[in-house]
């Protein structure tokens, strides 16, 4: 079965650090792009950051520079969410997907385009 697992997710005190994990099961993730997303209550899906496949290049949402860095390694079919000084706003339900793409430096992650999608994991920033 093709799929994508997040975990890492959970409760964290605003301030807090988490970092989130996107693991693939029965495929390899070496030739995707690698997206992450979330979703909030009440509130259309928000695009956070995309990762090439080489994991050469990276893009992050404006807002979230700084704060937020997407990484892979690749011998572990994972990519990541580093989550940094974690704000309220930041609750969320995190997903991940991924993109086949031939160029191995592209990090365009259209979540209209995004071929595999994880189930998400609850980001929950509160005190």
């Known amino acids: 079965q093709l799929q994508l697992v997040e975990s890492g997710g959970g409760l964290v005190q605003p301030g807090g650090s988490l970092r989130l994990s996107c693991t693939a099961s029965?495929?390899?993730?070496?030739?995707?792009?690698v997206g992450w997303f979330r979703q909030a209550p009440g509130k259309e899906r928000e695009d956070i950051s995309c990762?090439?496949?080489?994991?050469?290049?990276?893009k992050h949402a404006e807002s979230l520079k700084g704060r937020f860095t997407i990484s892979r390694d690749n011998r572990k079919n994972t990519v990541y969410l580093q989550m940094n000084s974690l704000k309220a706003e930041d609750t969320a339900v995190y997903f991940c997907?991924?993109?086949?793409?031939?160029?191995?430096?592209?990090?365009?992650?259209?979540?209209?385009?995004?071929?595999?999608w994880g189930k998400g994991t609850l980001v929950t920033v509160s005190s």
């Open positions: 997907a991924s993109r086949r793409t031939h160029d191995r430096e592209s990090a365009f992650c259209p979540n209209t385009a995004m071929q595999y």
């Open positions: 029965g495929f390899t993730l070496d030739s995707d792009a």
């Open positions: 990762i090439s496949s080489s994991g050469g290049s990276t």
